[in-house]
C-alpha cells in the first residue's frame, strides 16, 4: 500500500478512499463525451476537517485535486485531466440551517438539490430554492461554483448570485468563511458590505478551492404555480415577444425551446411562461396580463397559445424528469449541450446555428433558453443526443458543440461551464488585462496548481 | 469489440445517462437506494452498477471481488425500477442486475457469503444448515395439520420455517388463520425452499430444480391456492413459476385476513397504540399490494396507523432483500438500511412497527437493538397484533 493511500485513509477511513479498478473507472468519466482520465484515488469526505487534511495532503505531495458533486455538468469539469484525488463531496450532505424568517439555508457542500427541495417542502413549504432542471442528485455547491441558474433565475439571476456565504477550504489547505459568516452567526450575505471575495471561488470550477459550506437564498413559496405555452413559427420575432413578457415583472420562469421531434415541435418556437400566485384571483390577473400582452401577435396571426392540459404535469414538474429522457432518444444513454449565456436578441441568429450544426454533423438537436435576470441575458443551450455506443456519433457531438461553442465566442457571449477546451479558447478571446488579473489570482491562491488541473489553466 | 460475456439485455445497458434519479424516492427526502445508502460511492448506485456491467461486458473492468460486492450489494428493492425517467428501458434494470449475478455463478466468482448460501440451500434444503426433518418443528402447538386437500396450502419459506422471529410469525399467521375458520394446511417437514432468493442471486440451475419440484409436489398434492407467510415467496410464486408450469392462485397471508376482517369472519377487540407500519419490497413495490396490511391496522378500534415519510411506492427497504438477509453484504454500519429504517419508525412517534414479512421482522427487530431502541419500539407481525386485539 502506497504512502499516500495510508494517509488518506488515516484521514477519512477505510470506507471513504478507493483505488479499486471499479470506483476509478467510474469517476474518471462523466455522462458527456470527453475522454476518460483515470484519477489515482478517489475520496469521500465527512467533514471539513477531513477535506482540509486531505487537501494538506495534496498540497504537501502536489498531487491534483479534483472536487466533485454528482458529476453531471456533462462538459468533463470532474475528469481528473491530471490524475490525483476525486473528492466525491456527496457524504457532506447535512443541513445545518434554515433561517425561516431571512429566508436563506446553510448546507454542505456535497447537499444535492433533491434533498434540500424535499426537506423545505416537509419543513417549511411556504420556502423554496432556485431549483435547477438537472437530475435531483447534482450537489447546490456545484451547481453555484458554475454559476448554475434554475427556477428563479429569471426573477433574481444566476443561483451563484443567491449565494449568501460561503466556507472554503483554501488550495494551501487553510479554512476560511466568506461574508457575513465570517464575522458572526448570520449567513445573510456573501460579500456587502466588505469586499465580495466570493468572486474568487464561483465560477471558477473548483480550481480556487473546495465549498465546504454554502449559504443560499431562499424565496416565498406562493401556493399555486401556472403555465402558458405561447407557440409562433416566426424566430425573429422571439426576443420581441420576451422583451414584452420581461417588461411584466411579474413571471416566475421563462423558456423557449424549439426541437424537432415529435415531429408536432418541429418548426415552431414554443415559450413556456410560468406564473405563480398565493390565490385564483393573482393566478387569473397574470395570466391576464400574460394573454393581453402577446395579444398583437396573435393578432398579427404570428402566433397563438397552445392548449398544455396533456402536458401540464411535466411542465410544472419540478425538476423536469422529461429533460434527462432527451439522452435516450437516439436509445444510446447521452446528450450534451454547449450553453452559452448570451443577449436575447441574438437568440434567431443561434436558433439557426443549432439547425444548420446538427445538419452539418447529422446529429440530433434540441434548444431552449432561459431568461436570466428578467431579460438581461439569457442561457442558450446548443443541446446534441448522441448514442454511447456509437462512438462515430460522440465524435460529431463533440465537433457540433466546439463549434457552436467558437460560434458563441464569435457572437460576444460567454460559454457557460465551459470545458477545458472552450476555457482556452475564451481566455485566448479574454481582453489581456483581465486574463492578467485571472493569472494573478490564480496563482496566490493556488500556488503548486493542484486544484482541478487543466481547468482555469491561465498560468500555461 | 469481442464480447467476453454476455448477458440477454446487453443491447441495452449503455443507454443509462446515471442521472441519478435511481438513488431517490419521489420526493428526493433522502437516498433510497440501501447500497448506495450503505457505501456511498456512486458506483454501487443503480447507474453505477449500470456502467460498471457495461464497462465489464466491453471487458474494461475485470471481475473481482470487489465488483462482485458491488453486484450483490443490490437488495432487489426495485426503488431504482420506479424512479428510473427512461420509461423505455427503466423495467428491465432488476433484470439486467440479476443477469451480470447469473453470469458471475457461471465465472465461479461470487462472495463466499453467497456461495455459502447456494451450498447449504443445495446440501441442507434450507440456509440454515438445519435438518429438513425440523422445518416444520415452528407449526407445533398451533393446530395446523399437513396439507391434505384443504382449501389453502400455507407455504412458510425458510425465514418462517427456522428463524425464531420468523417462526413467531408464521405462529401467529397461522393461529389467526385457523381461528377464523380457514381451510389450511402446511407443507411441515417436506416443504422446499421457494427458490426466490436463489433466483435473485442467479443460481438458474439450482432455481430451476427447487422451483421444479415445488411445482411437482404442489400438482400431485392437487394445490389450487396458497397462501404465503413471505412476500419473496409469493413473488417467485405469482411471477416466475407460472412459466415454469406452476399455475396456482397465489395469495399473501394480510390478503387473506384483510378480507377474513371485512367478513366478520375475525372479531376485533379494542388495541390502543401508535403504529407504523413498514411496507416490504416483494409485497409493496414487486406486488403492489400496499392496502390489505394497512386495512387491517386501520380496522382494530384504538389502533392510530401513522405513516413514516418514505412509505408505499417510496419505502425504505429493510435491507434484507436480494438474499441481504443471509448474506449480509451491506453490513450494519450507521447508514444500513434497517438502522436507517427503525429510526424512520421512531420519528412517526409510533410504538409499534408492524410488519409482513419475516425477513423484514427479523432485520428491523435486530437494527431496533442496535439503535439500543428497545424501550421505544416493538417490530411486530401484522396477525401477532390482531391477537393482541383479539385478547382484548
Same mark, same amino acid.
Given at each position: 500500500?502506497?504512502?499516500?493511500?495510508?494517509?488518506?485513509?488515516?484521514?477519512?477511513?477505510?470506507?471513504?478512499?478507493?483505488?479499486?479498478?471499479?470506483?476509478?473507472?467510474?469517476?474518471?468519466?462523466?455522462?458527456?463525451?470527453?475522454?476518460?482520465?483515470?484519477?489515482?484515488?478517489? @475520496?469521500?469526505?465527512?467533514?471539513?476537517?477531513?477535506?482540509?487534511?486531505?487537501?494538506?495532503?495534496?498540497?504537501?505531495?502536489?498531487?491534483?485535486?479534483?472536487?466533485?458533486?454528482?458529476?453531471?455538468?456533462?462538459?468533463?469539469?470532474?475528469?481528473?485531466?491530471? =490524475?490525483?484525488?476525486?473528492?466525491?463531496?456527496?457524504?457532506?450532505?447535512?443541513?445545518?440551517?434554515?433561517?425561516?424568517?431571512?429566508?436563506?439555508? @446553510?448546507?454542505?457542500?456535497?447537499? +444535492?438539490?433533491?434533498?434540500?427541495?424535499?426537506?423545505?417542502?416537509?419543513?417549511?413549504?411556504?420556502?423554496?430554492?432556485?431549483?435547477?432542471?438537472?437530475?435531483?442528485?447534482?450537489?447546490?455547491?456545484?451547481?453555484?461554483?458554475?454559476?448554475?441558474?434554475?427556477?428563479?433565475?429569471?426573477?433574481?439571476?444566476?443561483?451563484?448570485?443567491?449565494?449568501?456565504?460561503?466556507?472554503?477550504?483554501?488550495?494551501?489547505?487553510?479554512?476560511?468563511?466568506?461574508?457575513?459568516?465570517?464575522?458572526?452567526?448570520?449567513?445573510?450575505?456573501?460579500?456587502?458590505?466588505?469586499?465580495?471575495?466570493?468572486?474568487?471561488?464561483?465560477?471558477?470550477?473548483?480550481?480556487?478551492?473546495?465549498?465546504?459550506?454554502?449559504?443560499?437564498?431562499?424565496?416565498?413559496? #406562493?401556493?399555486?404555480?401556472?403555465?402558458?405555452?405561447?407557440?409562433?413559427?416566426?424566430?425573429?420575432?422571439?426576443?420581441?415577444?420576451?422583451?414584452?413578457?420581461?417588461?411584466?415583472?411579474?413571471?416566475?420562469?421563462?423558456?423557449?425551446?424549439?426541437?424537432?421531434?415529435?415531429?408536432?415541435?418541429?418548426?415552431?418556437?414554443?415559450?413556456?411562461?410560468?406564473?405563480?400566485?398565493?390565490?385564483? !384571483?393573482?393566478?387569473?390577473?397574470?395570466? #391576464?396580463?400574460?394573454?393581453?400582452?402577446?395579444?398583437?401577435?396573435?393578432?398579427?396571426?404570428? =402566433?397563438?397559445?397552445?392548449?398544455?392540459?396533456?402536458?401540464?404535469?411535466?411542465?410544472?414538474?419540478?425538476?423536469?424528469?422529461?429533460?434527462?429522457?432527451?439522452?435516450?432518444?437516439?436509445?444510446?444513454?447521452?446528450?450534451?449541450?454547449?450553453?452559452?449565456?448570451?443577449?436575447?436578441?441574438?437568440?434567431?441568429?443561434?436558433?439557426?446555428?443549432?439547425?444548420?450544426?446538427?445538419?452539418?454533423?447529422?446529429?440530433?438537436?434540441?434548444?431552449?433558453?432561459?431568461?436570466?435576470?428578467?431579460?438581461?441575458?439569457?442561457?442558450?443551450?446548443?443541446?446534441?443526443?448522441?448514442?454511447?455506443?456509437?462512438?462515430?456519433?460522440?465524435?460529431?457531438?463533440?465537433?457540433?458543440?466546439?463549434?457552436?461553442?467558437?460560434?458563441?465566442?464569435?457572437?460576444?457571449?460567454?460559454?457557460?461551464?465551459?470545458?477545458?477546451? !472552450?476555457?482556452?479558447?475564451?481566455?485566448?478571446?479574454?481582453?489581456?488585462?483581465?486574463?492578467?488579473?485571472?493569472?494573478?489570482?490564480?496563482?496566490?491562491?493556488?500556488?503548486?496548481?493542484?486544484?482541478?488541473?487543466?481547468?482555469?489553466? @491561465?498560468?500555461? | 469489440?469481442?464480447?467476453?460475456?454476455?448477458?440477454?439485455?446487453?443491447?441495452?445497458?449503455?443507454? &443509462?445517462?446515471?442521472?441519478?434519479?435511481? #438513488?431517490?424516492?419521489?420526493?428526493?427526502?433522502?437516498?433510497? &437506494?440501501?447500497?448506495?445508502?450503505?457505501?456511498?460511492?456512486?458506483?454501487?448506485?443503480?447507474?453505477?452498477?449500470?456502467?460498471?456491467?457495461?464497462?465489464?461486458?466491453?471487458?474494461?473492468?475485470?471481475?473481482?471481488?470487489?465488483?462482485?460486492?458491488?453486484?450483490?450489494?443490490? @437488495?432487489?428493492?426495485?426503488?431504482? #425500477?420506479?424512479? &428510473?425517467?427512461?420509461?423505455?428501458?427503466?423495467?428491465?434494470?432488476?433484470?439486467?442486475?440479476?443477469?451480470?449475478?447469473?453470469?458471475?455463478?457461471?465465472?465461479?466468482?461470487?462472495?463466499?457469503?453467497?456461495?455459502?448460501?447456494?451450498?447449504?440451500?443445495?446440501?441442507?434444503?434450507?440456509?440454515?444448515?438445519?435438518?429438513?426433518?425440523?422445518?416444520?418443528?415452528?407449526?407445533?402447538g398451533t393446530g395446523l395439520?399437513?396439507?391434505?386437500?384443504?382449501?389453502?396450502?400455507f407455504?412458510?419459506?425458510?425465514?418462517g +420455517?427456522?428463524?425464531?422471529v420468523g417462526q413467531k410469525m408464521a405462529r401467529s399467521v397461522g393461529r389467526v388463520l385457523l381461528g377464523a375458520g380457514l381451510?389450511l394446511?402446511?407443507?411441515?417437514?417436506?416443504?422446499?425452499?421457494?427458490?426466490?432468493?436463489?433466483?435473485?442471486?442467479?443460481?438458474?440451475?439450482?432455481?430451476?430444480?427447487?422451483?421444479?419440484?415445488?411445482?411437482?409436489?404442489?400438482?400431485?398434492?392437487?394445490?389450487?391456492?396458497?397462501v404465503?407467510l413471505?412476500p419473496?415467496?409469493?413473488?417467485?410464486?405469482?411471477?416466475?413459476?407460472?412459466?415454469?408450469?406452476?399455475?396456482?392462485?397465489?395469495f399473501h397471508f394480510t390478503e387473506i385476513l384483510a378480507r377474513l376482517i371485512k367478513e366478520k369472519k375475525i372479531s376485533l377487540g379494542p388495541y390502543a397504540a401508535k403504529i407504523t407500519y413498514h411496507d416490504p &419490497?416483494?409485497l =409493496?413495490?414487486?406486488?403492489?399490494i400496499y392496502g390489505p396490511p394497512r386495512d387491517i391496522l386501520k380496522a382494530i378500534d384504538g389502533v392510530e396507523l401513522v405513516e413514516m415519510?418514505?412509505n408505499?411506492?417510496?419505502?425504505?427497504?429493510?435491507?434484507?432483500?436480494?438474499?441481504?438477509?443471509?448474506?449480509?453484504?451491506?453490513?450494519?454500519?450507521?447508514?444500513?438500511?434497517?438502522?436507517?429504517?427503525?429510526? !424512520?419508525a421512531?420519528?412517526t412517534g409510533a410504538r409499534i412497527i408492524a410488519v409482513a414479512c419475516p425477513?423484514c421482522a427479523?432485520?428491523l427487530s435486530?437494527?431496533v437493538?442496535?439503535?439500543?431502541?428497545e424501550d421505544k419500539l416493538e417490530v411486530l407481525g401484522i396477525a401477532e397484533i390482531i391477537e393482541r386485539a383479539a385478547k382484548k
Open positions: 500500500m502506497s504512502d499516500i493511500l495510508k494517509s488518506l485513509i488515516e484521514i477519512v477511513g477505510e470506507r471513504g478512499v478507493s483505488n479499486a479498478p471499479e470506483e476509478i473507472w467510474y469517476y474518471s468519466r462523466d455522462p458527456g463525451v470527453l475522454t476518460p482520465r483515470k484519477p489515482d484515488y478517489v @475520496v469521500a469526505p465527512k467533514t471539513t476537517e477531513q477535506v482540509q487534511k486531505i487537501v494538506q495532503l495534496a498540497c504537501r505531495e502536489k498531487i491534483p485535486v479534483v472536487p466533485m458533486g454528482n458529476g453531471m455538468s456533462l462538459t468533463g469539469l470532474v475528469i481528473p485531466l491530471k =490524475g490525483g484525488i476525486v473528492l466525491d463531496m456527496k457524504r457532506m450532505n447535512q443541513i445545518l440551517e434554515v433561517n425561516s424568517k431571512a429566508r436563506y439555508a @446553510v448546507l454542505e457542500g456535497g447537499t +444535492s438539490q433533491g434533498v434540500l427541495k424535499a426537506h423545505l417542502q416537509e419543513h417549511y413549504p411556504h420556502l423554496r430554492h432556485s431549483l435547477p432542471d438537472a437530475p435531483p442528485a447534482t450537489t447546490i455547491a456545484a451547481n453555484v461554483a458554475l454559476h448554475g441558474q434554475g427556477r428563479l433565475t429569471n426573477q433574481y439571476g444566476f443561483n451563484s448570485d443567491m449565494v449568501t456565504g460561503m466556507e472554503i477550504v483554501l488550495p494551501t489547505g487553510e479554512v476560511c468563511k466568506i461574508g457575513s459568516p465570517s464575522l458572526g452567526p448570520y449567513w445573510f450575505s456573501k460579500g456587502p458590505t466588505l469586499p465580495d471575495l466570493s468572486g474568487l471561488f464561483l465560477g471558477w470550477l473548483g480550481t480556487t478551492g473546495i465549498i465546504t459550506k454554502v449559504g443560499l437564498k431562499l424565496f416565498p413559496n #406562493k401556493k399555486i404555480r401556472d403555465v402558458e405555452l405561447f407557440v409562433t413559427d416566426r424566430v425573429e420575432l422571439i426576443p420581441d415577444i420576451l422583451y414584452k413578457l420581461t417588461h411584466l415583472e411579474m413571471l416566475e420562469d421563462i423558456n423557449v425551446w424549439f426541437q424537432p421531434k415529435p415531429l408536432m415541435f418541429l418548426g415552431n418556437f414554443h415559450v413556456t411562461i410560468y406564473f405563480t400566485g398565493d390565490t385564483d !384571483e393573482e393566478i387569473a390577473f397574470k395570466r #391576464k396580463m400574460v394573454w393581453d400582452t402577446l395579444q398583437e401577435f396573435i393578432d398579427a396571426k404570428d =402566433g397563438g397559445f397552445m392548449a398544455v392540459q396533456y402536458m401540464k404535469g411535466m411542465l410544472l414538474e419540478m425538476p423536469q424528469r422529461a429533460i434527462a429522457d432527451f439522452a435516450d432518444v437516439p436509445k444510446g444513454g447521452g446528450f450534451e449541450y454547449s450553453g452559452p449565456i448570451t443577449i436575447v436578441e441574438h437568440f434567431p441568429q443561434y436558433a439557426a446555428k443549432v439547425v444548420e450544426l446538427a445538419k452539418k454533423y447529422d446529429v440530433l438537436y434540441a434548444s431552449s433558453a432561459r431568461m436570466i435576470s428578467g431579460g438581461l441575458c439569457m442561457m442558450f443551450s446548443i443541446s446534441f443526443a448522441f448514442n454511447r455506443n456509437d462512438p462515430a456519433m460522440m465524435t460529431r457531438v463533440k465537433h457540433a458543440l466546439d463549434e457552436a461553442t467558437a460560434f458563441a465566442l464569435d457572437m460576444g457571449g460567454i460559454p457557460w461551464k465551459p470545458n477545458f477546451m !472552450e476555457q482556452k479558447m475564451t481566455m485566448q478571446k479574454m481582453e489581456p488585462g483581465a486574463l492578467k488579473l485571472m493569472q494573478m489570482i490564480k496563482k496566490n491562491l493556488d500556488p503548486q496548481g493542484i486544484m482541478n488541473p487543466g481547468n482555469w489553466e @491561465v498560468n500555461s | 469489440m469481442t464480447q467476453l460475456r454476455n448477458i440477454e439485455h446487453a443491447e441495452i445497458v449503455h443507454r &443509462c445517462f446515471r442521472c441519478g434519479y435511481c #438513488k431517490f424516492p419521489e420526493d428526493y427526502i433522502d437516498f433510497n &437506494c440501501p447500497s448506495y445508502k450503505a457505501f456511498g460511492w456512486d458506483t454501487y448506485s443503480p447507474g453505477g452498477r449500470m456502467w460498471l456491467i457495461r464497462a465489464w461486458l466491453n471487458d474494461e473492468i475485470k471481475t473481482s471481488e470487489r465488483f462482485a460486492e458491488i453486484l450483490y450489494s443490490c @437488495v432487489a428493492c426495485d426503488n431504482c #425500477k420506479n424512479q &428510473c425517467v427512461f420509461p423505455k428501458f427503466k423495467d428491465f434494470l432488476p433484470e439486467i442486475f440479476q443477469e451480470a449475478k447469473a453470469e458471475l455463478v457461471g465465472e465461479g466468482k461470487i462472495p463466499p457469503g453467497v456461495r455459502d448460501y447456494f451450498k447449504a440451500i443445495a446440501t441442507n434444503g434450507n440456509p440454515y444448515k438445519l435438518p429438513q426433518s425440523e422445518r416444520g418443528k415452528w407449526a407445533e395439520q399437513k396439507y391434505a386437500g384443504q382449501d389453502y396450502l407455504y412458510v419459506g425458510c425465514v +420455517s427456522y428463524d425464531e381451510s394446511g402446511i407443507s411441515g417437514s417436506e416443504e422446499i425452499c421457494d427458490g426466490n432468493e436463489v433466483r435473485i442471486l442467479g443460481e438458474m440451475g439450482l432455481f430451476a430444480k427447487l422451483a421444479g419440484d415445488n411445482i411437482e409436489k404442489f400438482k400431485a398434492q392437487g394445490v389450487k391456492k396458497i404465503t413471505d419473496h415467496a409469493l413473488n417467485v410464486f405469482k411471477k416466475d413459476y407460472p412459466g415454469l408450469g406452476g399455475n396456482f392462485q397465489v &419490497c416483494y =409493496g413495490r414487486h406486488n403492489q415519510h418514505r408505499a411506492l417510496n419505502a425504505f427497504c429493510c435491507g434484507g432483500g436480494g438474499g441481504n438477509f443471509f448474506t449480509d453484504i451491506l453490513g450494519t454500519g450507521e447508514d444500513s438500511a434497517g438502522r436507517v429504517r427503525v429510526l !424512520e421512531l420519528e425477513s427479523k432485520m435486530d437494527a437493538k442496535m439503535e439500543n431502541l
